[in-house]
């Protein structure tokens, strides 16, 4: 089976590799962020707040630090907001999590806001005009949702009748449109809630249990799958109706190895895959 390999993108500073990753993303604008504390939580018993550490490379290498202060969340979401702020959002909305789930803060790590979206966050995205999406899994039914940055929720996919979905299993957010592939039907979805014409396009999908997709122009790359298909890279073209295979193989970290357990962040014709210990990010893009 043909191999590409994903090229490297950014490394977090060695600086700070004694520090936990809580976890780590990739924003609209391509720069990298890692979100970390001085130690790994805990499972059981609240947790008080406590000040994180965000470090940010940039495309072009720069590095930003930026304290995050009094942050709430024990396994938090965490994206870039365009005018320099953060988002983090508790994955799960339990206890103290729940009324406050998601903490809004300035470019100064000050807490601006806190509002709560829903348990069960798989996906969490910013778009280039700071709204905030939201995938859920199987635990909450809400599918794909649209929020503002002060908690109001701008579209959700309960009224758009997306065949079967029950997980979103794949999100990609590049600009303000949002592109997905969905648990159970695993159809690809093009979401544009300001297109009022026709605000979400769907294609039949033959490719299951894809983690994460790429799209540039007529083309699409899903990637993952279960079981031994879990490094898989599958290649389609979209025509009226669907989505047909154009060709099948694996994604492979820079050095040619298999990447286990991983992270993924779909953005525009972009794959960003991190492998364990989530000190580093490699790309594949569909447009190279």
């Not at 520090?19 to 924003?27: A, E, G, M, N, Y």
């Not at 206890?95 to 509002?115: C, I, K």
């Not at 999406?133 to 199987?138: A, I, P, R, S």
Request: with cysteine.
């Amino acid at each position: 089976m043909q191999q590409t390999a994903l090229v490297p993108y950014a490394h977090l500073p060695r600086a700070h590799h004694h520090r936990h990753v809580l976890t780590s993303t990739v924003d609209v604008f391509g720069t990298a962020h890692w979100l970390l504390a001085d130690r790994a939580p805990q499972r059981g018993g609240d947790l008080p707040p406590f000040d994180a550490l965000v470090v940010s490379v940039h495309p072009g290498g720069d590095v930003e630090l930026t304290e995050l202060n009094a942050m709430r969340a024990r396994w938090p979401c965490l994206d870039r907001l365009p005018d320099g702020g953060f988002v983090v959002a508790a994955s799960r909305a339990r206890r103290y999590e729940d009324a406050d789930q998601v903490q809004v803060f300035d470019a100064l790590g000050r807490e601006t806001s806190s509002f709560s979206i829903g348990d069960a966050i798989e996906h969490l995205l910013v778009d280039e005009a700071g709204h905030i999406w939201v995938g859920h899994f199987d635990e909450n039914p809400s599918g794909i949702r649209r929020w503002s940055l002060t908690g109001h929720l701008y579209w959700m996919s309960d009224e758009a009748s997306i065949p079967g979905l029950f997980d979103c299993y794949a999100l990609n957010v590049s600009g303000t449109t949002a592109w997905a592939c969905p648990y159970t039907d695993f159809p690809l979805v093009e979401i544009r809630p300001d297109r009022t014409d026709r605000p979400v396009k769907v294609w039949a999908n033959r490719v299951r249990g894809a983690k994460a997709v790429a799209v540039h122009g007529e083309r699409v790359a899903f990637y993952g799958g279960y079981g031994e298909e879990a490094d898989r890279l599958a290649l389609g073209e979209v025509t009226e109706t669907s989505v047909e295979p154009t060709g099948f193989g694996l994604l492979t970290l820079p050095d040619g190895s298999l990447p286990g357990r991983r992270r993924v962040v779909g953005r525009g014709s972009r794959i960003y895959v991190q492998a364990q210990p989530f000190t580093a990010w490699a790309v594949f893009d569909l447009n190279s």
